[in-house]
């Protein structure tokens, strides 16, 4: 299954009761395995998880330490761009080289890398 396809199955999981806005992301680190996570939301509105957040959290948890690509499936008809914050956690575990594809349920997929995302972090990302 690829890595969209993952992200898209654990979406269906993600807790997203206030914005709709349901999103699942799996990250594939350069061991081979594979991570997911969803959102998940409740009423204080200060302290949602992202979707790449949770994925990060389940890879660190499991011992590995570098993202080589990362998928993101979002609601809605286009892709969303992972938010400032998770750029910074993908930056963090991930190198200018790691692919991350955004894509919608219904298959619309944008590709781009981490080198594009995060230009001129504050941390120079790994080559
Ligand atoms: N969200 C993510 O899971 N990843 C992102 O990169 C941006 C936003 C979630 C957070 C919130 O539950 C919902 O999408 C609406 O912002």
Redesign the pocket.
Known sequence: MSLVQRAREARQN?Y?P??K???G?AVKATSGRIYTG????NADHAD???????AIAAMIAYGDREIAEAA?V?SGTHP????A???SRLAEFGTKETVVIMATPDGSIERTTLRQLVPRHYRALRD
């Open positions: 993600a997203a206030y914005s806005q349901k999103v992301a969803v959102n998940v939301e949602w998880t992202c979707a790449e957040s949770a993101i979002s969303i761009c992972p938010c914050a998770c750029r």
